[in-house]
């Protein structure tokens, strides 16, 4: 036997398949109730057409998107905020779709077929056929009419809030508006008709309910619609369609005719900015002469340098020209000596001089040897070498002022190529300014041409983006109820909801019928009777076992269950003796099964019932209760009541064993 700690706080699903087993009569009553339900709806349920239409819509590029990626020209910020601006936008196709199902466009819908009236009876009959002209008017709550056609010729109207008879061909005026009917109907002068009335607002409403507009696929948009008759499910969604290319062609011109113009006027004033900025570059260009800043930049910086090393190597030999020029002066040094000096040296006139009076004192040597100083011809000689040396003094002087005036013109052109150095950063950034405004112009120029060219093409197609594809047509078969899917649905819900039901009613009812539904109930281990198999109980180590029933028509049950008790004790070598109480009156039962456990190993007790006095006067707390339940309904709410009595007297339980006059031994 299980104890209370085996018991699962979880369904277990073999015990819900035995509840939904044992209750398959209540199951087979809802699954038929179901399917009668389904067969009702079939029969007297209102009827529902359903058809659809379909269109193309091609989607184009946003403009503000498409003129960022021309501007950008490949770059990849320009490109990312592109990219940012359409993910941020929803598709095109969402668009069209909030567009289709708008209360605008189904109001003209619902104007042009007269939805507003609902023909009731005779069903499937359209308001269009019935109603040639509706005019209702303000709000209102929806009224229902009826009109009856006499044999003589007048129409009688009969609603909640107005009587009135008609003539044939005559409007109907209602306390809402004012109603024509169609001539093919007053024609007929027979027949009644059903009908009900809706402010506009509420039959927009409703018929915005029945519509549903889908992306089939790609760039294919389904308008569906359903209603009771299938002429307006086909009118519906056609006419929708009708309406919407309208509004695209008519629209679709306009914007794109608005386009072209704007695009032109900007791109004209794009142009003349262009030009001016062509024309004041050209200008700068022409009047810094900095054609390109940066070859230009980098000529007139190495000419500076070139400028400062001339200038410091006149005036090293500017110096020392100046130096031996004193020298001479002070006569620390002869005026011969300056043709020593480099530049000089250089100077092809200089080494002609020196040639001249070399050869002349060459000459004044050799007549030395033969004639004396005062020779004339070497007096003469010797003037001529002074004169000549007297030359050199001239010569260096004035190659001293060559070098100033050169050191002058030196320094005047570094002045001049230092001022425009110093400006050239200012010119720089303003040639710069003039070169970047010139490319952004020319791009933004580029990329509305070919906008211009892109609005002039869909201003030429006029909405031709946006066609028909297919075109409703009144349904032959009703979308809903169809019989199939309808039964099967009743069959089916029928089903789940009779085992549900079951399955609870098994689980939480009023009536526990297994072991496992009482052992979750009570929490005490629970059994069926098997005759064949030992009665083990998990409170065997007690010397007395109190056998009570739950009820007094129970005691013929008890007998059984004591006979494999004592069976089972004797298996074990354990000598058992049954005290019946259930019968006449025992005198001091304490006392009395006090003195059978001293003479035996263990004592059965059979009770009358579990609520009996004399249960109340040998219930103890070393002696465990053993409940007996019958077998095929256990009153959930008497079983809980006496296991929660024994726990609060402290009393251990033994279990529940269930037993009684059917299937005895046969787990169900």
Known sequence: ??????????????????????????????????????????????????????????????????????????????????????????????????????????????DSLRLQVQVRAPSGLAPNALVQAADLRGSFKPRKYTLSFNPDGT???????????????????????????????????????????????DAVTRMRKRISVTKAGGEVLRVACRTNDSLTAAAVPNLLVDYYLALRHSTDRGTNQ?????????????????????QSLKGFQESSRLVDPQTIGKLSLERAGELRASIGENDVERGALEQLLGQ????????????????????PAINALLTQIGELETERSKLLVTR?????????????????????????????????????????????LQTQLGAFPAELASGNRLQRSVLQLSQMQTAMQAQLVEARVAAVTEGGNVQLLDVAEPPMR????????????GLGGGLVVGVAIAMLVGVLGRWVQDPATVERATGV??????????????????????VAPLGSDQLTDVDPIIARLVQTASLRSISATVLDLSVGTV????????????????????????????????????????????????ARAQLVDAVQMLKRLEVPCAGVVIHGNGRNGVVA
């Open 372 to 416: 004396l100083e005062t020779d004339s011809e070497v007096v003469a000689l010797s003037k001529s070498i002074r004169t000549l040396e007297g030359q050199l003094g001239p010569m260096a002087g004035a190659y001293e002022s060559s070098l100033k005036r050169q050191h002058q013109d030196l320094s005047l052109q570094l002045d001049s």
């Open 587 to 634: 005198p001091n039962v304490h006392a009395t099964i006090e003195r059978l456990e001293n003479e035996n190993g263990l004592v059965v007790v059979k009770l009358p019932t579990i609520t009996s006095d004399t249960a109340t006067a040998a219930i103890g707390e070393n002696r465990a209760v053993l409940l007996v339940a019958p077998e095929r309904r256990v």
């Open 155 to 201: 129409i009688r109207v009969a609603g909640s809030d107005t009587s009135l008879t008609v003539r044939a061909g005559e409007p109907v005026i209602l306390p809402v508006g004012r109603l024509s009917l169609a001539p093919a109907v007053t024609a007929r002068r027979a027949g009644r008709y059903d009908i009900q009335v809706f402010d506009r607002e």
């Open 478 to 489: 009703v979308a809903f109820p169809r019989p199939v899917p309808t039964m099967a649905a």
């Open 1 to 110: 036997m299980r104890t209370p700690d085996d018991v699962a706080d979880t369904l277990d699903l073999a015990e819900l398949a035995r509840a939904a087993r044992r209750s398959w009569s209540f199951i087979v009553a809802v699954a038929l109730l179901g399917v009668a339900i389904a067969g009702g709806l079939l029969l007297f349920g209102p009827r529902r057409f359903e058809s659809a239409s379909s269109i193309v819509v091609r989607s184009q590029q946003a403009s503000g998107a498409s003129l960022l990626a021309k501007l950008a020209g490949g770059a990849g910020g320009a490109d990312g905020a592109a990219g940012l601006l359409q993910s941020g936008s929803s598709s095109p196709l969402e668009t069209e779709v909030q567009i289709l199902s708008s209360r605008e466009l189904v109001g003209r819908v619902v």
């Open 258 to 278: 608005h386009r072209v113009e704007f695009l032109s006027a900007q791109l004209d004033s794009v142009t003349r900015q262009l030009a001016s900025a062509e």
């Open 525 to 546: 281990p629970a059994l069926r009777f098997d005759p064949h198999l030992p009665l083990l109980l998990s409170a065997s180590t007690t010397r007395t076992i109190l």
């Open 328 to 347: 001479v002066s002070a006569g620390s040094m002869s005026v011969r000596d300056l043709a020593a000096y480099p530049a000089f040296l250089k100077s």
